[in-house]
């Protein structure tokens, strides 16, 4: 018998069949499946390659059914190509809806990198990339004044940490959006259905501005999707990718005071203390706490004790459910552990710590010491461990990282900042 992943999602428990999403009935929490079999086959603490193909296997420039130019570069192809879906500040988003355990998403490009708007899917059963939607293959005139090809597919920008995936509505959502040829963005959201592959977006976010560089994360308690712009943002802003709107757009904009507004940074959801975790390590060496129960209080600057890692930008940045903490990783094989107090959130010790194993053999490759991690570095969860994986090249593996296990997650201390 095969057991598929049970979400349990605002209103509904939701089971998964591939990309498919039913409905039935209340919220809060992830629940899956076993991971995959070839987990096993990874110690503790350690990375292994993992990939059967390499993302450039699916480029849709390849295609000669997309690309009218074929076997020249197509009209989306830019300065960079496919690669820059990697190398132009670009990040991913897992979807556990997608495949029997789970899928990588990734799309992106931006400025004028390249203008693909198609969505790739690393399926963590087959271990193979896929092309889950295709490039906007019509003309690449602009301006897009609101930020959608003529197709609907989102007109391409750098999508730093700005992409996530929205459970409430089974779907795969892009944050930025490019409003011309230079680096101008538009608030807009795009969102790609998993059950039919269609594109749908929401209004323009047009009363304050929410530019690119910044960090998204996904509130599992909410059901909503929380973000910020680089370091000329007006605004942390709240997206309800749920909503339809009677004009044929999605989602709801919330607009509250701005907290951390720093360039590459990254942030993530604690369920346990329900407060965002952002880094901003471009612009100096803090990670900050924003208390999503009282959004008038400025972003708290929290205290770090323990090794730390050397604090890059633009790394990956996720919350391990297994370990209660946040995991780091940048480059290089160590992947390191951001755990917080037993105690009051806001003025107690949050501690690093490495979590690779002595034993560990393997590398991943590392990203350009520019363009970053980003979402690209996620965490899989399974019914009975987690798994990290990260890509940062179309000619290379995807690697796993098996997270340990054996640390229950702290009690929350509710306080409320000042």
Request: net charge neutral; glycine share 10%; proline share 6%.
């Amino acid at each position: 018998m095969q057991f598929l992943p049970t979400f349990l999602i605002r209103g509904a428990t939701r089971t998964a069949i591939g990309a498919c999403l039913f409905v039935f009935g209340a919220q809060a929490s992830f629940a899956q499946t076993a991971a995959p079999d070839w987990a096993a086959g990874i110690a503790p603490g350690t990375w292994q390659a993992i990939s059967l193909n390499q993302l450039e296997d699916v480029d849709p420039s390849k295609d000669s059914g997309l690309n009218r130019n074929y076997p020249d570069a197509p009209p989306w192809n830019g300065a960079s190509g496919q690669r820059a879906v990697i190398t132009a500040w670009n990040g991913g988003a897992f979807a556990p809806t997608l495949g029997t355990k789970g899928s990588l998403l990734l799309h992106g490009g931006g400025h004028k990198d390249y203008f693909g708007s198609e969505v790739y899917a690393f399926d963590m059963s087959t271990r193979r990339w896929s092309r889950i939607s295709n490039p906007y293959t019509g003309s690449m005139s602009w301006p897009q004044s609101d930020g959608s090809f003529p197709d609907g597919s989102p007109s391409i920008a750098h999508t730093y940490d700005m992409l996530e995936f929205d459970p409430g509505s089974n779907a795969f959502v892009t944050l930025s959006a490019q409003s011309n040829d230079a680096a101008y963005r538009v608030n807009v959201a795009h969102t790609l259905s998993l059950a039919d592959r269609k594109w749908s977006h929401s209004t323009i976010n047009s009363s304050v501005a929410v530019p690119g560089g910044g960090y998204s994360a996904y509130d599992t308690k909410r059901g909503v999707i929380w973000l910020e712009g680089g370091s000329s943002s007006t605004a942390l802003v709240q997206y309800d990718a749920r909503v339809r709107n009677s004009d044929g757009t999605v989602g709801k904009w919330t607009n509250f005071p701005a907290k951390i507004r720093r360039t590459d940074s990254v942030g993530a959801y604690d369920p346990v203390h329900d407060i965002l975790v952002v880094t901003g390590f471009r612009d100096g060496d803090n990670v900050y706490g924003i208390d999503l129960n009282n959004l008038d209080a400025s972003a708290v600057t929290l205290n770090e004790v323990g090794t730390a890692p050397a604090k890059s930008s633009a790394h990956g940045w996720e919350w391990s459910s297994t370990r209660g903490a946040f995991l780091y990783w940048r480059s290089g094989a160590d992947v390191y552990e951001f755990r917080p107090p037993s105690g009051n959130w806001q003025t107690g010790q949050w501690t690093w710590s490495k979590l690779t194993s002595g034993s560990n053999s393997v590398t991943p490759n590392s990203a350009s010491s520019d363009n970053g991690v980003y979402g690209r570095f996620r965490i899989a969860r399974y019914a009975d461990q987690e798994i990290a994986v990260v890509v940062n090249g179309v000619s290379s593996s995807v690697y796993a990282f098996r997270i340990p296990t054996g640390i229950a997650p702290r009690a929350p201390t509710n306080v409320t900042a000042e």
